[in-house]
Antibody, heavy 123, light 107 residues
Framework: QVHLVQSGADVKKPGASVKVSCKASGYTFISYYIHWVRQAPGQGLEWMGIINPSGGATNYAQKFEGRITMTRDTSTTTVYMELSSLRSEDTAIYYC????????????????WGQGTLVTVSS | SYELTQPPSVSVSPGQTASITCSGDKLGDQYTSWYQQKPGQSPVLVIY???KRPSGIPERFSGSSSGNTATLNISGAQAMDEADYYCQAWDSSILYVFGTGTKVTVL
């Protein structure tokens, strides 16, 4: 079955960078887009960006442009999300999620989610 | 930027129907998805393409969309349905956007 397993919690100082991993299994890695979504404590869900594991193409939410980088390693079926210039407002749970496909068409929904990675930004 | 607005909270008696709305400009022109999130857990997809249910999602969850509003209905609500619910829309211009979230209480 499909699994998305993320790296463990991390604590960073303001101004630092964090890199979160998301290892996919149970399906053909290059056939499904992967997204990153975050959730600040007690807040709602916020879409951050998307990566196409097939060619590595990315598209980021305007809010994160310049600070976010998504990459993938097809040999280990792992996707990475790196966020730089961290500030306290970046304290959140970061999720990776797979985009649903039916009959070869992507549907703009997220059918499988990782368990989440808590990133705490504190001096 | 595109925004999706949901009521902060909805209360429902057990066995009754809870309706959660999601409002956005011309939302009916896009596909809407709905997610259930229980405390300490990752979101779960309960409705996609406005009204379709993924495998394993109970039939009491249903969705619809028209004009500027999408709606998630939970028929015969159960205690296990207590959770936060988020709508989400997608198209090539707005990309991916989540609603503000609704806390559903069954009491």
């Amino acid at each position: 079955q499909v699994h998305l397993v993320q790296s463990g919690a991390d604590v960073k100082k303001p101004g630092a960078s964090v890199k979160v991993s998301c290892k996919a299994s149970g399906y053909t890695f290059i056939s499904y887009y992967i997204h990153w979504v975050r959730q600040a404590p007690g807040q709602g869900l916020e879409w951050m960006g998307i990566i196409n594991p097939s060619g590595g193409a990315t598209n980021y939410a305007q809010k994160f442009e310049g600070r976010i980088t998504m990459t993938r390693d097809t040999s280990t079926t792992t996707v990475y999300m790196e966020l730089s210039s961290l500030r306290s407002e970046d304290t959140a749970i970061y999720y990776c999620a797979r985009e649903l496909r039916e009959l070869g068409i992507t549907l703009g929904s997220f059918d499988y989610w990782g368990q989440g990675t808590l990133v705490t930004v504190s001096s | 930027s595109y925004e999706l607005t949901q009521p902060p909270s909805v209360s429902v008696s057990p066995g009754q129907t809870a309706s959660i709305t999601c409002s956005g400009d011309k939302l009916g022109d896009q596909y809407t998805s709905w997610y259930q999130q229980k405390p300490g857990q990752s979101p779960v997809l309960v409705i996609y393409q406005d009204f379709k249910r993924p495998s394993g999602i109970p039939e009491r969850f249903s969705g619809s969309s028209s004009g500027n509003t999408a709606t998630l209905n939970i028929s015969g609500a159960q205690a296990m349905d207590e959770a936060d619910y988020y709508c989400q829309a997608w198209d090539s211009s707005i990309l991916y956007v989540f609603g503000t979230g609704t806390k559903v209480t069954v009491l």
